[in-house]
């Protein structure tokens, strides 16, 4: 196949974003001033070098022939599963908010999580490239997919307690694996056994339980579980039609949890109101729609799955978050790609981003 430029309009789009989700950012962190200014200044930084680190990790990953991580695919899916097991070793895992998600190498930390999702997307597309008909067996297709859910809810959902980073993982998983032929009558059992399993977890976890409660009655204990779903409605809602403008909002001093983080869009809908928050939200539309059209130019089916599986993951993670903070999902906790705070979710997004480019060079 004659090979192409990259997609450049794909390049336009992530580059773009990553611009204006640190504009977002910066803003966002100005939360940070009431309690410590001169954290600001190294959160800001730290966010910056992050960024500049990711967009030469794009460009790399954007020269190097994706079809090389077809042979690694299950040893990166291996390491990764162990180096998320190696949180919980003392001395290693650190702990933040009564889980372990990240590891300690020396002064910076590193969330494993991150790298499972995009292992498994690699592992995940390989194995489908090879199944072809038989991903619709029950025991050649359906068995092994379920297996591999299964340790992803062991490692992220029961040993991190990332109910979040399972969520996501667990969805995209089961986009590709519909997408690859898979039959409903599969997925329809495979979430049936997942919504038992989250019943279990919400019995034996009190916080995935407030959560839940929280998403079906906002006023219920607003001043805790609810505190941060109110918060973040004050905050959009504050923002009418065009906002209260960059650096203007309220509700970031002291009032929304994690401004920089899970809740950033809310900060992004007061200061840039309803229009800015849609333009955000059109984006995301605008980046999966690109994104799936790309992929159906792709003939190899390893480069069609990873493509499809790193555009989905992006835009799942997206709806959930900006579904929780608009009060339409419960709480999830997980960060906004391209805009939150979080350098290992930047980084390895920036790397899938570069992959996808490469594999535009290869589309029909």
Excluded at 62 to 89: G, W
Aim: hydrophobic share 55%.
């Amino acid at each position: 196949m004659r090979r192409k430029k990259a997609d450049s309009f794909f390049l336009f789009m992530v580059i773009t974003m990553v611009l204006v989700g640190f504009f977002i950012f910066s803003s966002a962190a100005m939360g940070q001033l009431t309690k410590d200014g001169a954290n600001f200044i190294v959160i800001v930084s730290k966010q910056l070098a992050i960024m500049a680190l990711g967009l030469l990790v794009m460009i790399v990953a954007s020269s190097i022939d994706y079809k090389k991580y077809r042979k690694v695919a299950l040893p990166f899916f291996v390491i990764a599963v162990i180096l998320s097991c190696l949180v919980l070793i003392p001395g290693l895992g650190m702990s933040a908010g009564g889980a372990k998600r990240w590891l300690l190498l020396g002064p910076l930390s590193f969330q494993p999580a991150e790298f499972l999702k995009f292992a498994m997307i690699v592992y995940l597309s390989a194995w489908l490239a090879t199944r072809k008909e038989k991903v619709k067996d029950f025991y050649n297709g359906f068995v092994p997919f379920f297996c591999l859910i299964g340790i992803l809810g062991v490692v992220l959902a029961i040993m991190q307690r990332d109910t979040g980073s399972f969520l996501v993982a667990c969805l995209t998983a089961m986009t590709l694996f519909f997408m690859a032929g898979g039959r409903i009558k599969h997925l329809a059992l495979l979430a049936l056994v997942a919504v038992l399993a989250i019943s279990v977890l919400a019995y034996v976890r009190p916080y995935v339980r407030d959560r839940i409660v929280t998403f079906l009655n906002p006023a219920t204990d607003i001043q805790g579980a609810s505190w941060q779903i109110n918060q973040s409605l004050i905050a959009i809602g504050s923002g009418g039609i065009t906002g209260r403008g960059f650096g203007q909002s309220l509700q970031k001093y002291n009032f929304l949890p994690e401004p920089i983080g899970d809740s950033i869009f809310a900060v992004a809908g007061e200061e840039f109101g309803f229009v800015g928050a849609n333009m955000i939200i059109v984006f995301f539309l605008i980046f999966a729609l690109w994104g799936i059209k790309l992929a159906t130019k792709i003939t190899d089916p390893f480069g069609r799955f990873l493509t499809l599986g790193f555009i989905c993951q992006v835009f799942i993670q997206a709806t959930i978050n900006i579904g929780a903070m608009i009060g339409i999902l419960p709480l999830t906790g997980v960060p906004l790609l391209f805009i939150s705070h979080g350098g290992t979710a930047l980084l390895f997004t920036l790397l899938e981003m570069g992959i996808i480019l490469n594999i535009s060079k290869q589309r029909a």
